[in-house]
C-alpha cells in the first residue's frame, strides 16, 4: 500500500524496503508530526512542558475519535460530511441526560445508539441507492443539523456533573482518559479492520469498486458497516466532548468539526479518493492539528492571525507528499 | 421526453408544491413583495451557486466560496477606509475574490491535491486573511451611495435580482453556446480524453476556479450593499448550501454537466423555505430539516424523470441516442458511480 513506484531492476532488497518505509503514509506523517512538535518544542518556550502537551492529546481526541470512523468511509472510497451534525445530535439527545442523572453509563447508552442510527441512515442510502455519498451525508448534514437544534430549544447543554464527564476529564495513571477511549477504539478497529472479512476487503472496496464486486466482495455490506462506524464513533465522541467542555454548545452546530475530522484523515495519509490509507492516520492527524493549534497560539501569533497561519500550515501538511516526495 | 427537460420539470413541481403547501400556512406568503424579497435574499446564494456548477461540472469543488465572501468584503471595507470611493472599492472585491478563486485554481492545478483539500486548506486561510485584516471588527461606515448595488429597485424588482437572473444567462450561452463551453464539459466527463484532443485540462481549471471567485466577488458587493455592513466571519456555511443547490439541481457531483437554469431553480426551491416557515410561524430550526428532505426528494425526483427518460428512449429506436444524454444513467446503472471524484 506504499505506493512506491516501479523501482529499475539494479536496486532491489534492503534498498527497496527501504523506500516502502520511507514512502510508507504513516511514515511521512509521523515525521511530519516529529518535525513540527520539535521545532515548536525548540522556538516556543513552555511547549515542551507535560501540561501543555497533555492539553494538545485532550483537545486532539474528540477529532481523533470521530476520524477513526470517517477514516473507515474515506479508506472505502466514500465521504461522510454528516459527522459533525452527528456529534451535536448526539450531544443534544445525551447531554440533558448527564446533567439529570449524572450517570456516565446512561449518558453512553444514549449518545452512542443515537450516532450508531444516524450513520445507519446514512448507509442505507449510500449502499442502497445511487446517491453519491457526499450528497447523501449533505442532505443528512442539514437533516440531522436541525433535529439537534430542536432538541437544544436554542439552549447550550451547561455543567454537566462530574461522574458523566470522566471519560473527558479523567485520568488512569496520569493518562489522560480521552486519550485513552481513542487508543481504545483505535485498537478494536485495528482488530476489526485485519480480521473480518468485510475488514479486510475496506481497502478493494475504496480501491477498485468494480474489480471487487467481480472478486465477489460484499461492497454493499462494506459501506453499510463504516458508515455504521463513522456515526458510532461521532456519538462517541459527543461524550468525550461533554465531558472535555461540560456542556454542548448550539454553535458546535456547524461544519467546522467535519472539516476538521476530513482533514486530519488526509494529514494522516489517507487518500481522499478511496483505496489507500492506514487505520493511524486519523490520530497522527489530529495530533500535528493539535499541535499546530497550539503551537501557533504559543510563538503569539495574534488572534485574529492564527487561522490564517493554521490554515497555510494545514495545507502544507496535506501537501507535503507532493512538495517533499514528488511522486504522482 | 429528454432528460434534461424532465429534470427542470421535476423542480417546477417541487417549487409549486412549496408554494402550495407556504400558501396555504399563511396569507402573507404569496404576495409580490415577500417573492421578490425572497429572490432578493437569494441572489448572493444564487450567484455563488452558479460558480459552484462550473466548477462542479469540471469535476472539482470549492469549499473556500464562504471565507471568499468574507475576504473581498473586508478588502473592500479595507479600501474604503482609507478614502477610496465606492466604484474603486467595488472593483476591490470583485477583483479580490477573482484572485481568491485563481489561487484556487494553481493549487489545484500545481499541487495535483484533490480540490476537496485545497480549498478545505484556503477556506481556512481566506478565513485568517479576513479577520486578520478586519481585526476582527465589523465595518459599516460606507457612504450611502453604497446602497447602490444591494438596495436598488427596478420598479417592484430589486435590481440584485435582475443581475442575478442575466449573469444566469450569460453562464447558460457560455457553457451550450462556446467552444470554452464544450471544453469545461469535456474535462468533466473525462479529464484523461480531454487532454489527449488538445484541451489543456490545467487551463480550464484555472479558469473555473477563477470564475467561482469571480461570482463570489459580486455575490459578495451585494451581500455587503444589502446588509451595509462588513464582518470577517460573515458567509460561513455558504459553501454547503451552495452545493446542495447544484445538486438538488440535479447536476451530478461527479462533474460532466451543468446547467444555469435548473442550478438557479434549485436556489429558489431551498431559498423560499426559512421564509415561508418564518411566515407561517413555525420554529426555524426547522428549516435545516426541510432543505435535508428537499435536496433527498429533488434527487429521488431526477432519478425516477432520468431512469423514465432512458426507458422511454429504449421504446424508440428511430431516435438517435444521444450520447451526453444516456452515458451519465448507464454509468450510474453499470458501476453504482460511487467514486467519489475520478
Redesign the interface.
Known amino acids: 500500500m506504499s505506493g512506491a513506484s516501479a523501482i529499475p531492476g539494479m536496486r532491489a532488497g534492503r534498498q527497496l524496503r527501504m523506500t516502502a518505509v520511507l514512502t510508507h503514509p504513516d511514515a511521512t506523517a509521523t515525521a511530519t508530526l516529529v518535525l513540527c512538535a520539535a521545532a515548536f518544542a525548540v522556538f516556543a518556550s513552555g511547549f515542551a512542558s507535560v501540561d501543555n502537551i497533555r492539553g494538545i492529546v485532550i483537545s486532539a481526541s474528540v477529532v481523533a475519535c470521530i476520524g477513526l470512523g470517517e477514516n473507515l468511509v474515506m479508506m472505502a ?3 461522510d ?1 454528516s459527522v459533525g451534525s452527528v456529534l451535536a445530535l448526539a450531544g443534544f439527545a445525551a447531554g440533558p441526560v448527564a446533567v439529570a442523572t449524572n450517570n456516565l453509563w446512561l449518558t453512553l447508552a444514549v449518545a452512542v445508539p443515537v450516532g450508531c442510527v444516524a450513520g445507519l441512515v446514512n448507509g442505507l ?1 449510500v449502499a442502497w ?8 451525508t ?10 439537534a ?2 432538541l437544544s430549544g ?1 439552549h447550550n447543554v451547561v455543567s454537566v456533573p462530574p461522574a458523566a464527564s470522566v471519560l473527558g476529564v479523567g485520568s488512569v495513571g496520569g493518562f489522560p482518559a480521552p486519550a485513552l477511549v481513542v487508543l481504545g477504539a483505535f485498537a478494536a478497529i485495528t482488530l476489526w479492520h485485519r480480521n473480518t472479512n468485510i475488514g479486510r476487503d475496506l481497502i478493494a472496496v475504496g480501491a477498485n ?2 474489480a471487487a464486486r467481480t472478486m465477489g466482495v460484499r ?1 454493499r455490506a462494506g459501506l453499510m458497516v463504516t458508515f455504521v462506524l463513522a456515526g458510532t464513533m461521532a456519538g462517541l465522541a459527543a461524550v468525550l466532548y461533554l465531558g472535555e467542555v461540560g456542556g454542548m454548545q448550539t454553535s458546535v452546530i ?2 467546522n468539526t467535519v ?1 476538521q475530522v ?2 486530519a484523515c ?1 494529514i494522516g495519509g489517507t487518500s ?3 483505496g489507500r490509507g492506514t487505520d493511524l492516520a486519523p490520530l497522527t492527524g489530529a495530533l500535528l492539528i493539535g499541535v499546530i493549534t497550539d503551537g501557533v497560539v504559543i510563538f503569539g501569533v ?11 500550515l ?2 502544507l501538511a ?2 507535503r507528499d ?2 517533499w516526495l514528488g511522486r ?1 | 421526453m429528454k432528460l434534461p427537460a424532465a429534470k427542470v420539470l421535476g423542480l417546477v413541481l417541487l417549487l409549486a408544491a412549496e408554494l402550495a403547501v407556504f400558501t396555504a400556512l399563511s396569507p402573507d406568503f404569496l404576495t409580490s413583495s415577500n417573492l421578490f424579497n425572497i429572490m432578493a435574499l437569494d441572489t448572493e446564494n444564487g450567484l455563488i451557486a452558479l460558480g459552484m456548477a462550473v466548477v462542479i461540472a469540471s469535476g472539482g469543488i470549492d ?1 473556500s466560496v464562504g471565507s471568499i465572501l468574507a475576504l473581498s468584503s473586508v478588502t473592500m471595507a479595507y479600501a474604503v477606509q482609507h478614502g477610496a470611493p465606492v466604484l474603486p472599492a467595488a472593483v476591490v472585491c470583485l477583483v479580490t475574490g477573482l484572485v481568491c478563486g485563481l489561487v484556487n485554481g494553481s ?1 489545484v492545478v500545481l ?4 480540490p ?3 480549498t ?10 479576513a ?2 485584516i ?3 471588527n465589523g465595518f459599516s461606515g460606507f457612504p450611502t451611495s453604497f446602497e447602490f448595488f444591494g438596495q436598488t429597485y427596478v420598479g417592484q424588482v430589486p435590481a440584485q435580482v435582475i443581475i442575478w437572473l442575466l449573469l444566469a444567462v450569460a453562464l447558460y450561452l457560455v457553457v451550450n453556446r462556446t467552444t470554452a463551453g464544450r471544453r469545461l464539459l469535456a474535462v468533466g466527463i473525462n479529464e484523461t480524453a480531454a487532454s489527449y484532443a488538445g484541451i489543456r485540462v490545467g487551463a480550464v481549471r484555472l479558469a473555473v476556479y477563477g470564475a467561482s471567485g469571480l461570482f463570489t466577488g459580486i455575490a459578495s458587493l451585494i451581500y455587503s450593499s444589502r446588509v451595509f455592513s462588513v464582518r ?1 466571519d460573515s458567509g ?2 455558504l ?2 448550501l451552495a ?2 443547490a447544484v ?1 438538488v439541481g440535479g447536476s ?3 462533474g460532466g454537466e451543468v446547467s444555469a437554469a435548473r442550478t438557479t431553480l434549485a436556489v429558489i426551491v431551498i431559498g423560499v423555505i426559512p421564509d415561508g416557515l418564518q411566515l407561517a410561524n413555525i ?1 426555524t ?9 428537499v ?2 426528494a429533488a ?2 425526483i431526477n ?1 425516477l424523470f432520468a431512469r423514465r427518460a432512458a426507458a422511454i428512449r429504449r421504446w424508440m429506436p428511430w431516435r438517435t441516442n444521444r450520447k451526453e444524454d444516456t452515458w451519465r444513467v448507464s454509468d ?2 453499470s ?7 475520478r
Open positions: 472510497g466514500e465521504i460530511v442510502i441507492t445511487p446517491i453519491p455519498s457526499i450528497v447523501a449533505l442532505g443528512t448534514l442539514y437533516v440531522y443539523q436541525g433535529v437544534l430542536l436554542s469498486r468494480r461492497i456547524g461544519t472539516l476530513i482533514a488526509a481522499i479518493q478511496g495574534a488572534g485574529v492571525w492564527f487561522q490564517f497561519v493554521y490554515g497555510a494545514i495545507l496535506v501537501a507532493r512538495l504522482r | 469549499l493549487l499541487l495535483r491535491l484533490h476537496l483539500l485545497v478545505l486548506g484556503t477556506l481556512a486561510i481566506f478565513r485568517g486573511l479577520l486578520g478586519s481585526n476582527g470577517g460561513s456555511g459553501e454547503l452545493i446542495a445538486v451530478s457531483i461527479r420554529d430550526s426547522w428549516q435545516y430539516v426541510a432543505i435535508g428532505v435536496m433527498v434527487i429521488v432519478e450510474t446503472a458501476d453504482g458511480g460511487k467514486q467519489l471524484s
